[in-house]
């Protein structure tokens, strides 16, 4: 949440600077992202008025203008801006004016007329995104003055971190109201004053579902100024919290939202038939929503609906047909509590997350739906006229959120905050927190306030106790335990170091959420159980995830509608499998590549990655371990591996994971054009290292010999190698693969593999004779157990 400091200051005064600010309120549980200041920097820019305006001798698009501001003579600008009139008060950049992105103001001539200066938009001063004109100000501000003064533009604002338990606090008042408990300050938030119904318009509210909308405060207001526009004070305090000005009528509405934490919608009220009724939706009931999409309603979301059908998604976002128009002269106002439970999840269900939405899910107050009605009606008015009608509060009481007692004892406090909290200060910041404390004796009795949804027991009241106490005053004391360190080992390699090798290998590490897409999970996992979850704060998140693989895919995903089509991404994390009707979790290493083998070069071709560029991924983890050669990598089908190209990983009969490519099939309906490879490893089984014994280096040198060997496809090199070294008796220190040959000589269905034997003996030198030996040993070995022969 973005939150204007100047505006927060207009309530309570603490005197600090906004560094301070930031820091008591991080301490105090808001955590503050960041701060930045409220406009962009400029220099030379002043409130000019246009005195007169005359069309440019020379050019049809253009107007001179004499322009008062600049000094005591008027100065004379050449504009473009089509809304320029005599009058009118608008930004003027002097002579020597450095706007953001540093473009420095000179006088020069535009089309054979001299310009002094330059009227300035919004945009240009980085204040909006409207460029069609001027920024036209106030006609109360003064001719001259400097223009960031005159708007308050020196102001910063501050990003809030809000915990989805603090609803009350997505509002300037609850800000206001954490600023003030913490700097002991009084609160002086705006003066509501109820406004007269200038007649009798009212407009029936009927609560068919009472538990999710147990309270609805309406009112009629007719005949508002449809030309109207909202005033700059009130744009420029949007703009600030990251809104974008529409129109007056919406834009109070987000106004008063932004000000009290209370979400509200204004309808056109000649588009509404008969009533409105707040129900659940009907078996079949659509509604086209205030952004153009057109939505299947489910029949357990709450709807705001007239006589013909729904016209809102309550609490999240209003619908097209009885949404504001340019014409719009009559509305009705809503003004409604709808519970948590009523709103939560439902708006990421439809892929949405509205500032309403998002409020609702936290909690509002229930009581303050008369008072922000009251003050929009205030607001709407000042800006747009129109006489209203009666404030209308339909509510059912038995079903409205009760505030029961919670009792404190004041030694707990000590107890749970290692510091003794005198009973005055408990109640001094209890009530500074608008809690009503009474009790005497070794317990109190504490109703919280209407807005805070979040303190049900003595443990919140405490933790309350303790933010704002300061946890910076309470004491530091040591252990009462010895603080041991545990015994570090050499047999197991850190996740860290795993992390750092993938890493230096040119992947990008990712972190995604332990719930998954559903139906990404069903794609890579049709037969696999997977637990549910209970209440998923959205439809993409349904279930736990069984592997790494659809969070890595969806990432890819991501990359790829962004034009990365080289991607190597890897992940740590938890897998959680249903076994025999139990949850087992696990840690596991996961990694995916896609795309050209290496970044592009000049001193390689360009290929795609294949199979082994993953494998010797995989590889390199394990040689971390000292263990690779007892690694092997057997082929075996996977349910969501392409048949062919996928792989076991096996320690003996142990199997630590799997590698190999993206099922085709897999990769078409989840749109990946070219299939990733993949691979995940338990942490745990695969990476137990073998502490590191010394050996002596051979002081005797070795002796090489090359050996062609045709073998068939199906024959593994892992088979060859066993072979191999079977025959050789310990000779052989060293095996390399230098070629594979498939092609003319070589029969169909056969294959040429180039090895090169690197022997050598640790106590003597070994003779021609013994190499001999050993070729000859391995060539009849791999001529009888594989049916290989050998290729001159």
């Known amino acids: 949440m973005r939150v204007s400091l100047a505006w927060i200051n207009e309530w309570v005064e603490t005197g600090w600077d906004p560094a301070t600010l930031c820091n008591r309120l991080t301490m105090g549980g808001i955590e503050v992202e960041s701060i930045e200041p409220a406009a962009a920097e400029f220099t030379g820019v002043v409130v000019g008025e246009v005195l007169s305006v005359e069309r440019h001798p020379g050019a049809d698009k253009l107007t001179v203008c004499q322009i008062a501001g600049g000094g005591a003579q008027a100065l004379q600008i050449v504009c473009g801006a089509p809304n320029v009139r005599a009058g009118m008060k608008a930004p003027l950049a002097l002579e020597g004016a450095t706007l953001p992105g540093g473009l420095v103001i000179r006088r020069a001539k535009l089309r054979g007329v001299e310009s002094a200066g330059m009227l300035c938009s919004g945009r240009e001063l980085g204040l909006s995104e409207d460029q069609d004109g001027l920024l036209e100000l106030p006609v109360q501000l003064a001719t001259g003055a400097p223009f960031r003064e005159a708007l308050k533009l020196d102001d910063s604002i501050l990003t809030l971190n809000v915990t989805p338990n603090r609803g009350d606090v997505l509002s300037m008042i609850g800000v206001a109201r954490e600023v003030a408990a913490i700097a002991g300050r009084k609160l002086t938030p705006p003066f509501v004053e109820p406004i007269a119904a200038a007649n009798f318009a009212r407009f029936e509210v009927r609560l068919e579902a009472p538990a999710g909308c147990p309270r609805f405060a309406g009112r009629v207001i007719k005949g508002i100024d449809p030309k109207a526009r909202t005033p700059l004070w009130m744009s420029e305090r949007l703009r600030r919290a990251g809104l974008r000005p529409i129109s007056p009528i919406v834009d109070v509405t987000n106004y008063v939202m932004l000000e009290f934490g209370q979400p509200m919608h204004a309808y056109d009220l000649r588009r509404l038939s008969s ?56 509305v009705f106002l809503e003004v409604a509590f709808f519970t948590p439970d009523a709103i939560a999840g439902r708006a990421r269900r439809y892929g949405m997350l509205t500032d309403a939405s998002q409020r609702f899910e936290r909690g509002v107050d229930p009581r303050q739906q008369e008072r922000a009605v009251e003050r929009a009606t205030r607001l709407l008015m000042d800006i747009a006229g129109g006489q209203p009608g009666p404030t209308v509060l339909t509510q059912v009481e038995t079903q409205q959120p009760k505030r029961p007692s919670v009792t404190l004892r004041p030694e707990r406090v000590a107890s749970l905050l290692g510091v003794q909290v005198p009973r005055s200060d408990i109640e001094d910041i209890l009530r500074r927190l608008g809690m009503q404390v009474a009790g005497a004796g070794d317990k109190l009795g504490v109703i919280p306030p209407s807005h805070r949804f979040d303190i049900t027991i003595e443990q919140d009241l405490i933790e309350e106790i303790g933010r704002i106490y300061g946890y910076d005053e309470i004491p530091r004391k040591d252990a009462k335990v010895p603080q041991r360190p545990q015994p570090a080992t050499e047999k197991r390699i850190s996740r860290e170091r795993l992390m750092l090798l993938l890493a230096d290998r040119g992947y990008q590490e990712t972190i995604t959420y332990s719930f998954v897409d559903t139906r990404t999970q069903r794609l890579l996992f049709p037969g696999r159980e997977a637990l549910a979850v209970a209440n998923p704060i959205s439809a993409e998140l349904g279930e736990m995830r069984v592997s790494l693989w659809p969070g890595l895919v969806e990432v890819l995903r991501g990359n790829l509608r962004r034009q990365q089509d080289r991607v190597r991404l890897f992940e740590v994390g938890t897998r959680f499998e249903m076994q025999g009707g139990k949850l087992v979790e696990s840690q596991v290493i996961a990694g995916l590549i896609t795309g050209a083998a290496l970044p ?77 490879w993949l691979f995940e490893l338990g942490i745990d089984p695969s990476f137990q290292s073998e502490v590191p014994v ?99």
């Open 275 to 330: 009533h409105i009724e707040v129900r659940k939706a009907r078996q079949g009931e659509r509604l086209t929503l205030l952004d153009g999409r057109e939505i299947g309603i489910d029949s357990d979301t709450l709807v705001i609906a007239d006589a013909v059908g729904p016209v809102g998604l309550a609490g999240i976002m209003g619908g097209e047909k009885s949404g504001i128009a340019a014409d719009t002269a009559d």
């Open 694 to 792: 010394f050996t002596d280096i051979s002081r005797f040198p070795a002796i090489r010999r090359d050996l062609a060997v045709v073998i068939d496809e199906a024959t593994t090199l892992d088979e060859l190698k066993k072979a191999v070294n079977l025959a050789a008796k310990g000779l052989l220190r060293e095996l390399n693969v230098f070629d594979v040959y498939r092609g003319t000589g070589v029969e169909p269905g056969r294959k040429s593999v180039a090895l090169g034997l690197i022997l050598q003996e640790t106590s003597r030198t070994l003779t021609d004779v013994d190499a001999d030996a050993v070729v000859a040993a391995v060539v009849a070995l791999v001529k009888g157990d594989l049916k290989a022969a050998i290729r001159g």
């Open 600 to 676: 592009e070069q000049w001193a390689a071709k360009k290929r795609a990655s294949d199979f082994f560029d993953l494998k010797s991924d995989v590889e390199a983890l394990f040689g971390l371990t000292g263990r690779a050669a007892v690694i092997s990598y057997i082929a075996a089908p996977h349910e969501c591996l392409h048949p062919g190209k996928s792989a076991a990983v096996m320690d003996g009969e142990t199997r630590l994971g799997w590698l190999g490519q993206l099922h085709p099939e897999t990769s078409r309906r989840l749109e990946i054009r070219e299939p990733p």
